[in-house]
């Protein structure tokens, strides 16, 4: 569980370097290839996305520049899923 704001950016680059690794397995291996590595990670993304759902929830929301960063690039990343 995230508990900090420190946890809570080691779990946003977490995610990112997830969504880029499933992105990348996408590219190199086509539809049925490496199936239990994209599952593996597709799960370890959902977890990811709750637990900052359920940090996000527990503070002030702060909209700012930032925030509207990591907004979008959450979305791109639900649209890859």
Not at 7 to 32: D, K, N, S, T, V
């Amino acid at each position: 569980m995230i508990t900090t704001v420190e946890e809570y950016h080691h779990a946003q680059e977490e995610l990112r370097q997830l969504e880029e690794r499933l992105h990348r397995i996408q590219q190199q291996h086509p539809l049925g290839a490496k199936g239990f590595t994209k599952a593996g990670i597709r799960k370890m993304i959902a977890r990811l996305h709750e637990e900052l759902a359920v940090y996000e929830g527990k503070r002030p929301v702060k909209l700012g520049r930032s925030a509207d960063a990591v907004a979008g690039s959450q979305e791109v990343g639900h649209a890859e899923l």
